[in-house]
């Protein structure tokens, strides 16, 4: 393995700006081509920088993740409002599974993306650097 190849594979990302850009949408290589073609479907390559996207693995993680974070903001919530105001149970109903339903599709994006952002900076799923044709020596050890 060259020296080149062999600093490249180990050099390591900054998974904070990685994770923002994703967070934001935006590719986590370049931070200007758009991570998503629709809603939650991300592109297989980046319109602006060529970085190939479609390793990501992101799968239920973000679902997971969200539900957390929701369900972490709500419950507090819930029992101040119920302690303070002591709104009916229909309101408390209607109000709250509204609440979580808009934070939910709001925060699925961006914890999908920075989800992505995070693999790309950790070379995870195939993000990492794959070696050269013309490097017998690499190619030998990546198939034992």
């Known amino acids: 393995m060259s020296h080149a190849h062999s600093e490249r594979a180990s050099s390591e990302?900054?998974?904070?700006?990685?994770?923002l850009r994703g967070?934001?949408?935006?590719?986590?290589?370049?931070?200007?081509?758009?991570?998503?073609r629709g809603y939650l479907s991300v592109r297989p390559t980046c319109p602006h920088c060529g970085e190939e996207l479609h390793h990501q693995r992101a799968d239920d993680g973000p679902a997971y993740?969200?539900?957390?974070?929701?369900?972490?903001?709500?419950?507090?919530?819930l029992l101040a409002i119920f302690m303070m105001y002591r709104p009916s149970a229909m309101a408390m109903l209607i109000g709250f599974s509204i609440g979580a339903i808009v934070l939910s599709l709001l925060l699925l994006p961006v914890i999908k993306g920075g989800l992505i952002?995070?693999?790309?900076?950790?070379?995870?799923?195939g993000f990492g650097v794959e070696p050269s044709a013309h490097e017998p020596a690499a190619i030998e050890a990546a198939a034992s």
């Open 23 to 36: 967070a934001l949408g935006r590719c986590p290589s370049c931070g200007q081509g758009r991570l998503f």
């Open 65 to 77: 993740l969200t539900i957390l974070v929701v369900s972490h903001l709500g419950a507090p919530l």
């Open 117 to 125: 952002g995070f693999q790309w900076a950790r070379r995870m799923h």
């Open 13 to 19: 990302r900054a998974i904070k700006p990685a994770m």
